[in-house]
Nanobody
Framework: QVQLVESGGGLVQAGGSLRLSCAASGRTFSIWRLAWFRQAPGKEREFVAAARWSGGSTYYASSVKGRFTISRDNAENTVYLQMNSLKPEDTALYYC?????????????????WGQGTQVTVSS
């Protein structure tokens, strides 16, 4: 089992920044990749960014590339999502998720464990 706890969401004006954190615990040695997804009301959950737990490859949705940065601190078992130049369309519940089988990148079905989510609201 892997437990994930997100933090750092909040209300910010358009153009502002937020940094989300995701603390992993439990069988962290089994994590292959950590990712962030988001879901706005009435919409499907969508991929935001992902990073290999061991380092190296990172992946971004085209809608956030150049504005968001995913990073990790293995010593602290934490992954971060730095979000800059936020837009109202970034408003959503942001979820941290872990892939322990190496099969997931873009689809929610490729991930095994999910946090409860942290709300990000961007006002215009």
């Amino acid at each position: 089992q892997v437990q994930l706890v997100e933090s750092g969401g909040g209300l910010v004006q358009a153009g502002g920044s937020l940094r989300l954190s995701c603390a992993a615990s439990g069988r962290t040695f089994s994590i292959w990749r950590l990712a962030w997804f988001r879901q706005a009301p009435g919409k499907e959950r969508e991929f935001v960014a992902a990073a290999r737990w061991s380092g190296g490859s990172t992946y971004y949705a085209s809608s956030v590339k150049g504005r968001f940065t995913i990073s990790r601190d293995n010593a602290e078992n934490t992954v971060y999502l730095q979000m800059n130049s936020l837009k109202p369309e970034d408003t959503a519940l942001y979820y941290c998720t872990a892939d322990t089988t190496g099969t997931g990148v873009w689809s929610p079905s490729g991930y095994d464990y999910w946090g409860q989510g942290t709300q990000v609201t961007v006002s215009s």
